[in-house]
């Protein structure tokens, strides 16, 4: 089992920058697959970022391509997300994820971190 806890959410104004983490506790961090989804209001879920275990492949969404940089650091078991140049359509929950494999399915999930970008 996998516990995933994210922080860095916030309000912030079109143009600006956040960080978002995930720490991760339980089984080896460094064997599992991470990835950062999104929920927009009225929107389905999307992937917008992944990273393999080794974090040797990555994969970003068209949406947030060269705007957003997935890392990950096994030795503290945190993911992370950093976001430059935010659009208020990049407001939704933001929610990392763990799998088992490099190109999932997910099976764990954290309870998600709001982000606000006004305009």
């Known amino acids: 089992q996998v516990q995933l806890v994210e922080n860095g959410g916030g309000l912030v104004q079109a143009g600006g920058s956040l960080r978002l983490s995930c720490a991760a506790s339980?089984?080896?961090?460094?064997?599992?697959?991470m990835g950062w989804f999104r929920r927009a209001p009225g929107k389905a879920r999307e992937p917008i970022s992944t990273?393999?275990?080794?974090?040797?492949?990555?994969f970003y969404s068209d949406s947030v391509k060269g705007r957003f940089t997935i890392s990950r650091d096994n030795a503290k078991s945190t993911v992370y997300l950093q976001m430059n140049n935010l659009k208020p359509e990049d407001t939704a929950v933001y929610y990392c994820?763990?799998?088992?494999?490099?190109?999932?399915?997910?099976?764990?999930w954290g309870q998600g971190t709001q982000v606000t970008v006004s305009s």
């Open positions: 994820a763990a799998s088992m494999k490099d190109y999932g399915p997910y099976e764990y």
């Open positions: 339980g089984r080896t961090f460094s064997t599992y697959a």
């Open positions: 990273i393999s275990s080794t974090g040797g492949r990555i």
